[in-house]
């Protein structure tokens, strides 16, 4: 009988020491320090491991659920914002206090399109074209994304900030147009990188549209 065949046999009794708990004992198996431990401590050690292990993975996903939950109870207070104002710097005024307040985001825009609502509001309008010019590289994969701006990039988006940052942005959809941009940025150019999600600011993208859409009659 060779290794294999005792390997191929406790692979096919694993409860042979279960059985035979006498022989535990005096297994011997070499420890990274030098020194040799039977198999019972052996096993101690892996539980003791995994343990440690599961502990961080429940950490973990505690963290995980109680960052859901006050991204759902942020996102419940944008939503319920938005819903009482009855013209567009209304809009404008809920949503930047939401989102300066609530999610403590170090820069927050908001710019609407040309001809997207009726004038007679106090909000920054831009041209679509230019702003699809100016900011293509964070909008080469459709209608929202993240990266590093240019100072003269994020200035155009947070005018006043010429700084080197990094910024999500959103584009506010609309009766079939978009009907302007929703940015968020940051000092730190890492901070929205390309691979960060947009989820969030695509919703709220969504949901600001449809108050654009409801209070300027577009």
Known sequence: MDEDDIRDFLVQNPDYFQHNPELLGLLQI????????????????????????????LRDLGT??????????????????????????????????????????EY?????????????????????????GKLSSLLARGNAGCGTLRADEFEYLFPGAR?????????????GNAQGLLAVGSSDGARYAPD?????LEFAAEVLGRRLTDVSGA
């Open 30 to 57: 070499p420890h990274s320090s030098g020194s040799a431990v039977s198999l019972v401590e052996r096993q101690v050690s892996v539980l003791r491991e995994r343990n440690v292990d599961l502990r961080h993975r």
């Open 64 to 105: 995980m659920a109680r960052d859901n939950d006050q991204l759902f109870a942020d996102t419940r207070e944008l939503v319920l914002a938005l819903l009482e104002p009855k013209d567009v710097d209304g809009l404008q005024k809920a949503l930047m206090g939401v989102l300066r307040d609530a999610f403590g985001l």
């Open 108 to 132: 927050a825009g908001l710019a609407l399109f040309e001809n997207a609502v009726p004038d007679g509001h106090d909000c920054r309008v831009i041209p679509e074209t230019e702003a699809r």
């Open 163 to 175: 700084i080197i940052g990094s910024a999500a942005i959103a584009l506010i959809p609309g009766n």
């Open 196 to 200: 960060t999600g947009t989820l969030f």
